[in-house]
Structure formats: structure tokens, C-alpha cells
């Protein structure tokens, strides 16, 4: 159990455009899902914390206009990067909240060209 | 401050040895502690989590030793296997909150030889 999905895997895209992407509690609910970002070789970043029915809380730094945060029901939240710039190629990554434990998606691979 | 310290940050060890990843935190709000093991490309996977009120948890050939006192904790692979060369990362959060955002530690790149 606790089963985490990301679509898609990775995704290419001009500059300047937008990219959405999905966060998937299969095989259960969640009602808080966290979305990250890594950089190669580094840590974890938490960009924002998102929550079914309310606004997404972001963390210091990270533009909420740019990346907006959409938790739909209890097993699906998506990030959409909006006017995508190259600098915002990175490694995408939700995480679902079951009880105290994270349980992480597979990862989302965004190159902007 | 909201600090996980890890060491090292990056760990060689031989197949069958103990593996050893140290972590280090501040806030003694923190009561919640697991491990994560990620592999290139793809998400962390949970691998074990202990609270305050033990001092240790074993799974299978994975232990954390949690130091209270010493705001100190560490994961343990016993007879590590090639399969275990990965990236682990230690994290904290505090659970009283509602949110309970994950602190992570820096990251140890474990490398396993034969």
C-alpha cells in the first residue's frame, strides 16, 4: 500500500510555455500532498505544501504565480510551472501525507528548452 | 533552527559490511524521524522511521539508533549488498502541527563494492 504517481515521468518544453503535472495517491487519501524540487546531487526542497480544498501554502522564495498548486480531491493535486523559463528545469517530486509518514512519487524530469 | 545535519556525504562501504549514516538536529520539537532511500532518477521511498520514545527500531537489516540527549540519530545497514548503493537521506518533522513538513538532511551517496 501507500502508492504515489507522477505524470508525466518527464516532460520537454519551449520556453516560455506551460507544463502541468499530476500527483496521484493511488491506494489511499490524502488530504495534505507536499510538492519538491531537486537539484542533481542535492536535497530535497519543499516548495509548497498543498491541501484538498484550500489554497496551497508556499514556502519562502517560491512563487506561487509560477507555480500553481491545484489539490482537486483527496488523491490528486497538480503543479502547473507557468511561462516556463530553462532555469526552471529540474526534478520535480510530490509526496502524499498518510498519518505521519510522506510517501513520494516516482519524480517528474521538466527540461524547458 | 530548522536544521538536519547528515554526515557523510558520501560513504564507501564492502559488500557484507555495516554501513553507517550519522544525523544531527537542533529543534527538539522534532518528533517524528524516518530514512529515506533514493536511487538515480526516481523518488525517495520510506524505508524506516522511529520516534523519540525509543531508542531503537530494527527492520530486517536496517536500524536506527535515535540519541535523545544528544539530538543525534543514525541509520545502520547490516551485511550491506550492492543493491543497497543509493542516495539516503535522514529527515525530521514535527507532528503536532497538521502539516508536518519534512526537514531533509543533505544527502549520503552510499557506493557498496563487491
Known amino acids: 500500500g501507500a502508492v504515489v504517481s507522477q505524470h508525466p515521468s518527464w516532460v520537454i518544453c519551449k520556453s516560455g510555455t506551460s507544463v502541468k503535472i499530476e500527483c496521484r495517491s493511488l491506494?489511499?487519501?490524502?488530504?495534505?500532498m507536499f510538492w519538491y524540487r531537486q537539484f542533481p546531487k542535492q536535497s530535497l526542497m519543499l516548495m509548497a505544501t498543498?491541501?484538498?480544498?484550500?489554497?496551497?501554502?508556499?514556502e519562502q522564495g517560491v512563487e506561487k504565480d509560477k507555480f500553481l498548486i491545484n489539490h482537486a480531491s483527496l488523491t490528486l493535486s497538480t503543479l502547473t510551472v507557468t511561462s516556463a523559463h530553462p532555469e526552471d528545469s529540474s526534478f520535480y517530486i510530490c509526496?502524499?501525507?498518510?498519518?505521519?509518514?510522506?510517501?513520494f512519487g516516482p519524480g517528474t524530469r521538466l527540461t524547458v528548452t | 533552527q530548522q536544521q538536519v545535519k547528515q554526515s557523510p556525504q558520501s560513504l564507501i562501504v564492502q559488500k557484507g559490511g555495516i554501513s553507517i549514516i550519522n544525523c544531527a538536529y537542533e529543534?527538539?520539537?522534532?518528533?517524528?524521524f524516518p530514512w529515506y532511500q533514493q536511487f538515480p532518477g526516481k523518488g525517495p521511498a520510506l524505508l524506516i522511521a522511529?520516534?523519540?520514545?525509543?531508542s531503537e527500531k530494527k527492520e530486517g537489516r536496517f536500524t536506527i539508533s535515535f540519541n535523545k540527549s544528544a539530538k543525534q540519530f543514525s541509520l545502520h545497514i547490516m551485511d550491506s549488498q550492492p543493491g543497497d548503493s543509493a542516495t539516503y537521506f535522514c529527515?525530521?518533522?514535527?507532528?503536532?502541527?497538521?502539516?508536518?513538513?519534512?526537514?531533509f538532511g543533505t544527502g549520503t551517496r552510499l557506493t557498496i563494492i563487491p
Open positions: 509526496s502524499a501525507k498518510r498519518g505521519y509518514e510522506q510517501y
Open positions: 491506494d489511499f487519501q490524502a488530504t495534505t
Open positions: 498543498s491541501n484538498e480544498g484550500s489554497k496551497a501554502t508556499y
Open positions: 529543534n527538539t520539537a522534532f518528533d517524528y
Open positions: 522511529i520516534r523519540p520514545d525509543v
Open positions: 529527515a525530521a518533522s514535527i507532528t503536532n502541527f497538521g502539516n508536518e513538513k519534512l526537514t
